[in-house]
């Protein structure tokens, strides 16, 4: 699935394009931003995109963040999703910055920041640079498990999802966005990914976190979210059964639900999620 209206962005000396829903009608509620991992983009996000932007259905306005029609901003960070490929290696933190610049240019005043695979270390880095503009993070599918910094191990895991946990479709978004970024700019960034200390840095966040995995992804290990929605000072862990490491694009309802309650509740004080299970 891809999303329509995509418009090119630069900020920073990088250049990505951006996806937007109801962003005028929904101005003074807090937006979601979505940010995709490594090698891939905005594609499968899509489906999570359009239900959060057309909110839980027949459902009048809940918690903040939950409302019928808030604003969603997906990106094609710089060098992915056919954007330019940056002259040089990207780190964690420019990536945050650029999204936060583009957010302002934007006039986004509050979000809550939706990152998968290695979109959680950007929304990581984007809590911690930006605390005023991100009220909650969510961290679906989070990478690198210390326990298991490794390229050749994190090639076994992918492959063994790709086969056993994902359907069709899904992997024939994920591996034509892969041949989309290619070889060398996915190994350019691969290193940034592989070295970001995750839970050394989640520990930072102020915010609401919930760590969310679907029930059979090998890569986002459940001991490793438990520990990093731990490591948290506001952490919350959920599953989603039976999925892999894509959840948000083959769970996509049960997803954008979890998220929903989730934010209501934190709003609210807490950070429980519903349940361990969703």
Do not use: K
Request: hydrophobic share 45%; glycine share 10%.
């Amino acid at each position: 699935m891809r999303l329509s209206g995509g418009v090119v962005v630069t900020a920073n000396g990088l250049t990505g394009r951006l996806y937007t829903s109801n962003e005028a009608s929904a101005a003074e509620q807090p937006a979601y931003v979505l940010l995709h991992g490594i090698g891939v983009s905005h594609r499968y996000f899509a489906r999570l995109h359009v239900e959060l932007a057309q909110g839980p259905e027949g459902q009048g306005q809940q918690a903040e963040g939950a409302e019928r029609g808030a604003a969603v901003y997906s990106f094609d960070l710089p060098g992915f999703g056919g954007t330019p490929r940056p002259g040089r290696q990207v780190t964690v933190g420019e990536y945050a910055a650029f999204v936060a610049a583009v957010l302002a240019e934007y006039a986004v005043e509050s979000c809550i920041v939706v990152g998968h695979s290695m979109g959680v270390q950007f929304a990581v880095e984007l809590a911690l640079q930006a605390p005023g503009l991100v009220s909650r993070i969510v961290l679906m599918g989070p990478v690198v498990d210390p326990a298991r910094r490794s390229a050749a191990w994190h090639a076994l895991a992918l492959t063994r999802d790709s086969l056993f946990s994902e359907p069709p479709l899904t992997n024939v978004v994920v591996f034509t966005d892969y041949f989309r970024t290619g070889v060398r700019w996915y190994l350019t960034e691969l290193p940034v990914m592989m070295e970001y200390p995750l839970d050394s840095r989640v520990s930072g966040v102020a915010q609401p976190v919930l760590v969310l995995r679907g029930g059979r992804d090998p890569i986002a290990r459940r001991p490793w979210c438990e520990y990093l929605a731990a490591q948290a000072p506001d952490g919350a862990f959920a599953e989603v059964p039976g999925r892999g490491h894509v959840v948000q694009d083959t769970a996509t309802e049960r997803v954008a639900r979890t998220i929903r309650h989730w934010a209501g509740t934190a709003a609210e004080g807490s950070a429980a999620a519903e349940g361990s299970t969703a």
